[in-house]
Protein backbone atom coordinates (compact mmCIF):
# COMPACT_ATOMS: atom_id res chain seq x y z
CA UNK A 1 0.00 0.00 0.00
CA UNK A 2 1.27 3.27 -0.67
CA UNK A 3 1.87 6.20 1.78
CA UNK A 4 0.43 8.90 2.61
CA UNK A 5 2.47 11.01 1.30
CA UNK A 6 2.65 8.87 -1.93
CA UNK A 7 -1.17 8.80 -2.18
CA UNK A 8 -1.41 12.67 -1.80
CA UNK A 9 1.32 12.55 -4.94
CA UNK A 10 -0.73 10.82 -6.85
CA UNK A 11 -3.46 12.95 -6.13
CA UNK A 12 -1.63 16.00 -6.66
CA UNK A 13 -0.76 14.37 -10.25
CA UNK A 14 -4.10 12.90 -10.92
CA UNK A 15 -5.67 16.90 -10.54
CA UNK A 16 -3.33 18.22 -12.54
CA UNK A 17 -3.93 16.08 -15.47
CA UNK A 18 -7.45 16.40 -15.26
CA UNK A 19 -7.83 12.38 -13.96
CA UNK A 20 -11.58 12.47 -12.25
CA UNK A 21 -11.21 8.80 -12.20
CA UNK A 22 -7.89 8.61 -10.12
CA UNK A 23 -9.37 11.35 -8.16
CA UNK A 24 -12.25 9.80 -7.37
CA UNK A 25 -10.63 6.29 -6.54
CA UNK A 26 -8.13 7.76 -3.85
CA UNK A 27 -11.20 9.66 -2.17
CA UNK A 28 -12.71 7.87 0.57
CA UNK A 29 -16.39 8.34 0.20
CA UNK A 30 -17.53 9.99 3.48
CA UNK A 31 -13.99 12.48 2.94
CA UNK A 32 -14.50 15.32 4.71
CA UNK A 33 -13.01 18.55 2.36
CA UNK A 34 -12.92 22.04 3.64
CA UNK A 35 -11.66 25.44 1.36
CA UNK A 36 -11.15 28.46 3.58
CA UNK A 37 -12.87 31.54 1.32
CA UNK A 38 -15.38 33.58 1.24
CA UNK A 39 -18.41 30.98 0.56
CA UNK A 40 -20.69 32.24 -2.63
CA UNK A 41 -17.92 34.75 -3.60
CA UNK A 42 -15.15 32.00 -4.11
CA UNK A 43 -16.39 28.85 -6.09
CA UNK A 44 -15.07 26.35 -4.30
CA UNK A 45 -15.11 28.01 -0.68
CA UNK A 46 -16.91 25.81 1.50
CA UNK A 47 -16.87 22.24 3.69
CA UNK A 48 -18.29 18.82 1.82
CA UNK A 49 -18.64 15.60 3.26
CA UNK A 50 -18.94 13.20 0.73
CA UNK A 51 -16.63 12.19 -2.27
CA UNK A 52 -19.74 13.41 -4.56
CA UNK A 53 -19.41 16.79 -2.66
CA UNK A 54 -15.73 17.22 -2.83
CA UNK A 55 -15.43 16.25 -6.60
CA UNK A 56 -17.96 19.25 -7.77
CA UNK A 57 -16.04 21.58 -5.16
CA UNK A 58 -13.00 20.15 -7.05
CA UNK A 59 -14.61 21.12 -10.57
CA UNK A 60 -15.43 24.24 -9.56
CA UNK A 61 -12.33 25.31 -8.65
CA UNK A 62 -11.50 23.28 -12.41
CA UNK A 63 -13.60 25.99 -13.53
CA UNK A 64 -13.32 28.88 -12.80
CA UNK A 65 -10.10 29.55 -12.51
CA UNK A 66 -6.70 29.08 -15.18
CA UNK A 67 -3.60 28.29 -13.19
CA UNK A 68 -0.73 30.21 -14.40
CA UNK A 69 2.25 28.70 -12.19
CA UNK A 70 2.21 26.83 -9.39
CA UNK A 71 5.01 25.85 -6.62
CA UNK A 72 5.00 23.19 -4.12
CA UNK A 73 7.31 22.30 -1.06
CA UNK A 74 8.06 18.50 -0.41
CA UNK A 75 5.52 17.65 1.44
CA UNK A 76 5.63 16.66 5.88
CA UNK A 77 4.44 13.83 6.67
CA UNK A 78 4.03 12.40 10.11
CA UNK A 79 1.58 8.80 10.32
CA UNK A 80 -1.16 9.45 8.09
CA UNK A 81 -1.09 13.34 8.21
CA UNK A 82 0.44 15.07 5.29
CA UNK A 83 1.08 18.83 5.47
CA UNK A 84 2.35 20.72 1.83
CA UNK A 85 2.80 24.39 1.53
CA UNK A 86 3.16 26.04 -2.12
CA UNK A 87 2.49 29.31 -4.08
CA UNK A 88 0.91 30.23 -7.29
CA UNK A 89 -1.10 32.23 -9.76
CA UNK A 90 -4.05 31.55 -11.33
CA UNK A 91 -6.16 33.96 -13.60
CA UNK A 92 -10.32 33.95 -12.65
CA UNK A 93 -12.14 33.36 -15.55
CA UNK A 94 -15.37 36.01 -15.05
CA UNK A 95 -13.13 38.93 -14.23
CA UNK A 96 -9.62 37.84 -15.64
CA UNK A 97 -7.85 39.19 -12.96
CA UNK A 98 -4.52 37.65 -11.81
CA UNK A 99 -4.39 36.28 -7.94
CA UNK A 100 -1.01 35.54 -6.01
CA UNK A 101 -1.44 32.80 -3.64
CA UNK A 102 0.36 31.03 -0.77
CA UNK A 103 -1.35 28.35 0.58
CA UNK A 104 -0.89 25.16 2.62
CA UNK A 105 -2.76 21.86 2.43
CA UNK A 106 -3.40 19.85 5.25
CA UNK A 107 -4.80 16.09 4.07
CA UNK A 108 -5.47 12.81 6.01
CA UNK A 109 -4.84 9.61 4.84
CA UNK A 110 -6.12 6.23 5.77
CA UNK A 111 -5.51 2.99 3.98
CA UNK A 112 -4.58 4.29 0.87
CA UNK A 113 -7.81 6.62 0.68
CA UNK A 114 -7.62 10.46 1.33
CA UNK A 115 -10.08 11.18 4.47
CA UNK A 116 -9.50 14.61 4.96
CA UNK A 117 -8.61 17.65 3.38
CA UNK A 118 -8.58 21.43 4.63
CA UNK A 119 -7.13 24.45 2.53
CA UNK A 120 -5.66 27.19 3.86
CA UNK A 121 -4.50 30.19 1.11
CA UNK A 122 -5.18 33.76 1.20
CA UNK A 123 -8.70 33.94 1.05
CA UNK A 124 -9.03 37.97 0.81
CA UNK A 125 -6.77 37.63 -2.24
CA UNK A 126 -9.16 35.32 -3.76
CA UNK A 127 -12.22 37.17 -2.88
CA UNK A 128 -10.95 40.14 -4.61
CA UNK A 129 -10.28 38.11 -7.47
CA UNK A 130 -13.70 37.01 -7.78
CA UNK A 131 -15.17 40.55 -6.81
CA UNK A 132 -17.81 41.37 -9.45
CA UNK A 133 -17.75 37.89 -10.99
CA UNK A 134 -21.47 37.07 -12.54
Known amino acids: MASPSETVRRFYAAFGGGDTETMWAILAPDVRWTAAGAC ?16 VSIEA ?3 AIEGLESQRELPLSD ?56
Open 61 to 63: WRG
Open 79 to 134: GECVVVRGQGRYRVRSTNRVVADRWVHMWQVRGGRIIAFDEYGDTAAAAAGFAGAR
Open 40 to 55: GVVPWAGAAHTREAAM
